[in-house]
């Protein structure tokens, strides 16, 4: 009888073991995309309202060229952190920055640019989020390169540091150029 007792008792530790291993087990901004090495998705977003910048589409990939795109919210606390860094990025990268503005409103998109400046030469409005959704966004912020030929090539989840961008961002990037000119 105490034998039938100690069973789920046993049973509960070992899965309780192993959840504890999954939490504290690796890197959470190497969340693994489905996506790397695929196209982008077809999307089509319009710009924000009132800002003087295009919207976004699948189109604006696959020129010959890789890309940054970086989505962000006005609400989201890291994206505010990371912004610095991601103007410092758009001086240093020499590839387009581009955005898609997460389940934000326009004024609210509009005013945090204001305040912190805008890096970003194309800015998408996913109001809805399905967009981003189809991208993969598991939250915000989370920055993408995107290869010439329109595929994704390297995914970050959370904000960008200068140690984050000059060991992976930077290097996803020269990594997108040489496959290109490899091709």
């Known amino acids: 009888m105490r034998l039938s007792a100690l069973i789920p008792a046993g049973l509960f530790i070992l899965v309780a073991g192993f959840f504890l291993i999954a939490i504290y087990r690796g890197d959470p901004s190497q969340v693994p995309s489905a996506l790397i090495g695929r196209h982008v998705p077809e999307f089509t977003l319009a710009p924000v309202e009132g800002l003087d910048l295009p919207g976004l589409s699948d189109?604006?990939?696959g020129q010959g060229k890789p890309a940054i795109v970086n989505v962000f919210a006005s609400w989201c606390?890291?994206?505010?952190?990371?912004?610095?860094?991601l103007v410092e990025l758009k001086r240093i990268a020499g590839a387009p920055l581009?955005?898609?503005?997460?389940?934000?409103?326009?004024?609210?998109?509009?005013?945090?640019?204001?305040?912190?400046?805008?890096?970003?030469?194309?800015?998408?409005?996913?109001r809805a989020g399905r967009t981003s959704i189809d991208w993969g966004v598991y939250g915000v912020p989370e920055t993408y390169i995107v290869d010439g030929e329109g595929r994704i090539a390297y995914k970050h989840v959370g904000p960008l540091t200068p140690e984050i961008v000059s060991e992976k961002i930077l290097p996803a990037l020269e990594a997108a150029r040489v496959a290109k000119a490899g091709d």
């Open 59 to 61: 189109r604006d990939f």
């Open 77 to 85: 606390v890291p994206c505010r952190q990371e912004h610095p860094v």
């Open 98 to 126: 581009y955005a898609i503005n997460y389940k934000d409103s326009p004024e609210a998109a509009r005013r945090f640019l204001g305040e912190l400046g805008n890096p970003y030469e194309r800015i998408g409005a996913d």
